[in-house]
């Protein structure tokens, strides 16, 4: 089962769930290193200006849509689809099915302190989690090359990037090959959430899907970044629209023919 719907030129995935975790659970037992990625609209909007970060995106082994946006979007698709499936969830789904298993996991990501707090509180909230190895998104050049020899001796099944995007997408891109984790995920900003130092939204606002209004509630800085949500809304209009013209001129193409 390989169904993908494209939004505005990246290639997601359209998986539920539950199907996305049996997909990765059977990726931990095979031999291959896989990469996963969860666009929202803001990174989808991104990759429209950059044909480098979008080729990065589609060349992952699994792209989950991770926004109330993009499964709007779907519904404009072959595929469409009925819920997201945010990367903060599909890691802790993952902690749940792996923390009596013995498969590894090694997080690099969030500022300094954050990462070892988020390890600290996973291992807490998912007693048998192994946490092998834990660095911070703040290393300079030199250190980034012993964390990689570091993550070859260790060698942990499950690599966590947080380092924000495309900057986290543009390291598994360029590492992937050589590293010898099975999953290799972007994850952005989850270790903030993990740590317990950002909240995550109330059941009633994730159940509104109205994720994005509390974090705009609890950081109004973040409106110009809404505004890009705007924006994804205005872009799909119109590639919905210029596609419905595609159609129509080839329509009248073959009629001629």
């Known amino acids: 089962m390989n169904r993908k719907f494209n939004i505005l030129g990246v290639n997601f995935n359209a998986f539920s769930f539950e199907e996305a975790q049996s997909v990765l659970i059977e990726w931990l037992e095979g031999n291959e290193n896989r990469s996963v990625y969860t666009p929202n609209p803001e990174i989808v909007m991104a990759a429209c200006k950059d044909a480098e970060f979008m080729d990065m995106l589609n060349s992952a082994d699994l792209v989950l849509p991770d926004g109330v946006g993009i499964v709007w979007a779907s519904k404009f698709t072959e595929h469409r689809i009925r819920e997201r499936v945010p990367g903060y969830d599909t890691v802790l789904g993952l902690f749940g099915k792996i ?23 996973m291992r807490a909230a998912y007693p048998g989690l192994r946490i092998i190895g834990v660095r911070d998104g703040f290393i300079k050049e030199a250190e980034q090359q012993e964390m990689l020899a570091e993550i070859h001796r260790l060698a942990p099944d499950i690599l966590l990037v947080g380092t924000g995007s495309p ?23 989850s270790f903030d959430g993990f740590s317990g130092r950002v ?32 924006k994804f809304v205005i ?23």
């Open 235 to 257: 872009a799909v209009y119109k590639d919905k629209s210029k596609r419905k013209r595609e159609v129509k001129l080839y329509g009248k193409n073959i009629q001629k023919a």
């Open 99 to 121: 923390k009596d298993t013995g498969k590894t996991v090694y997080f690099y990501g969030g500022a300094k302190a954050v990462a070892l707090e988020a390890a600290d509180k």
């Open 199 to 230: 909240r995550r939204a109330p059941r009633i606002f994730i159940k509104l899907k109205l994720e994005w209004l509390f974090r705009l509630l609890r950081q109004p800085t973040r409106f110009k970044r809404q505004l890009k949500l705007v």
């Open 167 to 189: 900057r986290q997408e543009r390291f598994i891109a360029r590492h992937k090959v050589n590293l010898p984790c099975k999953l290799c995920i972007g994850v952005g900003g």
